[in-house]
C-alpha cells in the first residue's frame, strides 16, 4: 500500500542544492497532474542562512544564486535541519563534501532507518580518499542499497532556468534507483539510471579536476586543440581510475562520465574551471580563492583523488599536474610541459 505523501528533504541551499530541490517540486507537480492518484510529495529545502529561507518561502527565489529566478512556489525553506530530516522518505545531501561526515553524524539521530540517502555531491574526501557513498554506508551504518548519487551534465545556472537537462540516478538497488528516477522527472530534467554507484561518483568527482586543468589552459589562450586534448586524456585516466575501484568503463562514457565532463570543461558556469582559467591568467591560488564565491571541489579533492589512484596503481598524470599547481607551488607553464614531455605511448581506451 502507498503512503498519502512522500517526504523529501534537500539539505543545503547552496546552488546546486536550490536547483535540485526546485526540480523535485516541479516533479510532484507533473506527477500529480499526470496521475491525480499518485501520493503528494513534500519537498523541503534546508539552508544554514536565514535571508535565504526567508527568501525562498517569501519570494520563492533565492538571491544569493538566482536572483530574479521563479522557484515552485510549492517548495517550503527552513533552518531546522533536525525537524527537516525527522520522518524524511529520501534526503538529499548537498553539502560540501569535506564537511560531510561531520554533518551526517549531527542529522544521524533524527533520520529514519529505511531512509534513503542521495547524494549530489562529486569528491573525495581528505584522508580517507572516501567516496561519498562510502562515507554515507559508514556514518550510517547503512546498506549501500539505500544510498545513491545523481550526476551528469548539470549546471546550475541552466537548470535554475529550467532548460532541457539529462541526469544519471545510481543505486546498486535498481528498484530504488527506478523509484527516485520517477521522484525526480520533470518537464525539463530527464534522469537515467545506473546501478553502478562507483563508476557514476568517480565520473563526478573526476571532472572537477580535469575541469582546473582545462580552465588554466583557457586562461593561458590556449585554444581548443589544447582543452579537447585534455578532455579526451581526462576521460582515459577517469576510466582507469573507476575501473580499477570496480566500475564498468561504459559508464565513463555516458552521462555521467563523458557528458559530465565536456559541461563542466567547456562552460563558463563551472565554478572549477572558471578557478583554472583565474589561475591561468596570472591570479595567485590565494587571490583566486578569495574571489570565488562558490566552492570549487576540484581544488580540495584533487589531493585524495590522487592519492586514491596512486593506492590502485593508476597512472593520473593530468591530476598530478593539478595537484602540484593547487598544493605545491608548480607554474601553470610548468605544469604543461611536464605533461607535454611524458614519454610517448599508444593510444587505446582507457590508457
Not at 545510481?170 to 520533470?186: D, G, I, M, N, Y
Request: proline share 5%.
Amino acid at each position: 500500500m502507498e503512503p498519502d505523501n512522500v517526504r523529501i528533504v534537500v539539505l543545503g541551499a547552496g546552488s546546486w542544492g536550490t536547483v535540485f530541490a526546485n526540480v523535485i517540486a516541479d516533479a510532484a507537480d507533473l506527477a500529480r497532474e499526470e496521475d491525480p492518484g499518485r501520493p503528494a510529495v513534500d519537498v523541503v529545502l534546508w539552508g544554514r542562512r536565514s535571508s535565504v529561507v526567508d527568501a525562498v518561502n517569501d519570494k520563492h527565489e533565492n538571491p544569493d544564486y538566482f536572483p530574479g529566478l521563479a522557484l515552485n512556489p510549492r517548495l517550503r525553506a527552513t533552518t531546522d535541519a533536525t525537524g527537516a530530516v525527522a520522518g524524511a522518505d529520501v534526503v538529499v545531501l548537498a553539502v560540501p563534501s569535506q564537511s560531510l561526515r561531520d554533518n551526517l553524524a549531527a542529522w544521524k539521530p533524527h533520520l529514519r532507518e529505511d531512509a534513503v540517502v542521495v547524494s549530489l555531491m562529486k569528491g573525495v574526501e581528505l584522508g580517507t580518499r572516501m567516496r561519498v557513498s562510502e562515507i554515507i554506508t559508514e556514518v550510517l551504518e547503512c546498506s549501500s542499497e539505500r544510498v545513491a548519487a545523481v550526476s551528469g551534465p548539470n549546471l546550475a545556472r541552466e537548470i535554475a532556468e529550467r532548460q532541457p537537462a539529462t541526469a544519471v540516478v545510481a543505486c546498486p538497488h535498481e528498484v530504488t534507483a527506478v523509484r527516485l528516477q520517477k521522484l525526480f522527472k520533470s518537464t525539463y530534467f530527464r534522469p537515467y539510471t545506473s546501478t553502478d554507484l562507483v563508476g557514476v561518483e568517480v565520473g563526478g568527482a573526476m571532472k572537477n579536476v580535469i575541469a582546473l586543468a582545462v580552465g588554466v589552459a583557457e586562461g593561458m589562450g590556449f585554444k581548443d586543440n589544447t582543452k579537447a586534448s585534455l578532455i579526451t586524456r581526462g576521460l582515459a585516466e577517469t576510466t582507469r581510475l573507476a575501473v580499477a575501484l570496480g566500475a564498468d568503463e561504459h559508464t565513463l562514457s555516458g552521462l555521467a562520465g563523458m557528458g559530465d565532463l565536456v559541461a563542466t570543461c567547456s562552460s563558463p558556469l563551472s565554478r572549477n574551471r572558471t578557478f583554472g582559467e583565474k589561475l591561468g591568467a596570472g591570479m595567485t591560488l590565494d587571490e583566486v580563492v578569495a574571489q570565488t564565491k562558490q566552492t570549487a571541489e576540484g581544488v580540495k579533492s584533487s589531493e585524495s583523488v590522487l592519492g586514491l589512484g596512486w593506492a590502485h596503481g593508476v597512472d593520473m598524470p593530468i591530476t598530478e599536474s593539478v595537484v602540484k599547481m593547487m598544493h605545491h607551488d608548480l607554474s601553470p607553464a610548468e605544469a604543461l610541459v611536464g605533461f607535454m614531455s611524458r614519454s610517448t605511448k599508444p593510444e587505446r581506451y582507457g590508457v
